[in-house]
């Protein structure tokens, strides 16, 4: 039973438009989520992260979004671009900070920004 | 600066031979991390180390599978008599503590033939 769930295995955009990558849970004890960013043969590198007590976290071109509600949570990046042509991994904790191995991992979103 | 290193980079075996994975974590990370991520799959957590603090095993899928770790260096994932659903992209993190980002090493890729 997936507790974490990226149902877009991929999404192509064109560069300078927005891409949205969607992730869904259902552990209601989950607290941090994380984005991770995954380029063929290297591992995930951390992107962005939000706790349960924010719903919206923004850095740069990246934004997170939490609808606790809905267990559903979004990453936008704005304005995409072919250097962002990579996996996107949603993980969940619950335990703040993702510590102890207790990440749970999505399958992943490979998102393709076209020039 | 030295990210978290694992090697081999891949490994292809014959199904019921042993196979060690090593990974070597960033200097002066406490934390340690095995996680795999099969074909089609998302990563899935193996065990974790935190210091001195007896691991926390509860992610290894079967006794095949064993991991230890000396003090707070390299650390190395053991798989007795591979199957063939052992083979995935084995991943390592480390990170400074409990509570801190967790860093990846650019994984094995196993092939049990």
């Known amino acids: 039973d997936q507790q974490v769930k990226q149902n877009s295995p991929s999404l192509s955009v064109q560069e300078g438009r927005i891409s949205i990558l969607n992730c869904d849970y259902t552990?209601?004890?989950?607290?941090?989520f994380l984005w991770y960013k995954k380029y063929p043969a290297e591992g995930p590198t951390f992107l962005i992260s939000?706790?349960?007590?924010?719903d919206k976290n923004e850095d740069g071109r990246f934004t997170v979004f939490l609808n606790k509600s809905a267990k559903h949570l979004s990453l936008h990046i704005v304005p995409s671009q072919p250097g962002d042509s990579a996996v996107y991994f949603c993980?969940?904790?619950?335990?703040?900070?993702?510590?102890?191995?207790?990440?749970?991992f999505g399958k992943g979103t490979k998102l393709s920004v076209k020039p | 600066g030295a990210g978290v290193s694992q090697s081999p980079s891949n490994k292809v075996t014959e199904k019921g031979k042993d196979v060690e994975l090593r990974c070597d974590p960033i200097?002066?990370?406490?934390?340690l991390y095995w996680y795999r991520q099969r074909l089609g799959q998302g990563l899935e957590f193996l065990i974790y180390?935190?210091?001195?603090?007896?691991?926390?095993k509860s992610g290894l899928p079967s006794d095949r599978f064993s991991a230890e770790r000396t003090g707070e260096s390299v650390s190395t994932l053991t798989i007795q008599r591979t199957q063939q659903e052992d083979s995935a992209v084995y991943l390592c993190?480390?990170?400074?503590?409990?509570?801190?980002?967790?860093?990846f090493g650019p994984g094995t890729r196993l092939t049990v033939l």
């Open positions: 993190a480390s990170s400074l503590g409990w509570d801190n980002e967790q860093f």
């Open positions: 552990n209601s004890m989950f607290d941090y």
């Open positions: 939000i706790s349960s007590i924010k």
């Open positions: 993980a969940a904790s619950d335990n703040y900070g993702g510590s102890q191995g207790n990440l749970i």
């Open positions: 200097s002066g990370h406490t934390a």
């Open positions: 180390f935190q210091g001195n603090s007896a691991p926390d």
